[in-house]
């Protein structure tokens, strides 16, 4: 049975939209347990939209549900309330582009929310860190990455590098859970050619650097640190989830993240360290550093 969260967000934000939506919303989740495929594809890559029926529950619009699909973990985000429900599209029918656009304009600005997040506390408890960002890409650049890449750039990332173009990091050590760093768009351009021109060869690896085969679709958007490429993640710009790779054949993780959950996550450990999963924030000469053992490393503490 599939794991079916209700977000944070959407939990605070459902009873204005009726005082029978949080209980629309649990006999939901328990449906999408069962049935994860209910939904069908209406927006970005990744994300489903199923219609909940007003009439069948008290003081509750009809509602238009978008969640996330992942392999073992599925997390409804969003209900739009709409004035009567609609048939559920089959696989083959376009996709609505009013639908698509709105849904991509929300996930875009909940990118653009989390990271902000992440840079303002950067600014007032790590400016060494918060230094260590570099500064947005402009469109131009942008437009010449794609090209460089021969891949659409998804907009959700475009509008992350337009606010921070890569981090130089602070003692080899990037801001990101487990010190890791937003790769510049250099790193991105050189790691996908290398990865690509591997794969197009059909060469072997050496044993110390194998990786699963390297897709057109996966962007490189975060290292292992600064400067070390050896592993990270990836954006599968087909489903919208974040993937690693390691030259060091590590297993991938239990659960698979998006750009905004994955970004929203760090900025919740970071505002309320008691939350932090996957390492402990830190502090240590002005900078941020996760799970830091030196003795003048201090934790973060809420």
């Known amino acids: 049975m599939t794991n079916v969260e209700i977000s944070p967000r959407l939990r605070e934000a459902a009873t204005e939209l009726g005082a029978g939506v949080p209980y629309a919303l ?88 989390a990271w902000q997040r992440v840079t303002h506390w950067l600014l007032r408890h790590a400016p060494a860190s918060h230094e260590a960002l570099r500064p947005g890409a402009d469109p131009a650049a942008l437009t010449a990455l794609e090209h460089d890449l021969g891949t659409p750039i998804p907009p959700a990332l475009r509008a992350l590098w337009s606010l921070t173009a890569g981090d130089d990091g602070v003692g080899g050590r990037g801001c990101l859970p487990g010190n890791r760093a937003l790769m510049t768009l250099d790193a991105v351009a050189e790691s996908y050619r290398h990865r690509m021109d591997a794969r197009g060869a ?50 991938p993780a239990d659960e698979l993240d998006t750009l905004v959950t994955y970004l929203e996550e760090t900025a919740d450990m970071l505002e309320a360290p008691a939350l932090a999963t996957r390492d402990r924030p830190g502090l240590r000469d002005g900078a941020l550093v996760w799970g830091g053992e030196e003795d003048d490393w201090h934790p973060l503490t809420d």
């Not at 390297?214 to 489903?239: E, F, H, N």
């Open 26 to 113: 649990k006999v939901l989740a328990g449906r999408l347990a069962e049935e994860p495929e209910l939904g069908r594809p209406m927006g970005p890559p990744g994300v489903l939209t199923v219609m909940v029926d007003g009439d069948l529950f008290e003081d509750c619009p009809t509602l238009a549900v978008d969640y996330l699909r992942g392999p073992d973990r599925i997390e409804i985000r969003q209900a739009t309330p709409t004035r009567a429900a609609t048939p559920a599209r089959s696989r083959d029918q376009a996709v609505d582009p009013a639908a698509a656009a709105a849904a991509e304009a929300l996930t875009v600005r909940e990118v653009k929310d």
């Open 202 to 251: 059909h060469r072997p690896e050496p044993e110390y650097d194998r990786f699963t085969a390297w897709r057109a679709t996966w962007i490189p958007v975060i290292s292992r640190a600064p400067a070390d490429g050896t592993s990270g993640l990836y954006l599968d710009t087909s489903t919208g989830f974040l993937g690693g790779w390691s030259r060091y054949n590590e297993p």
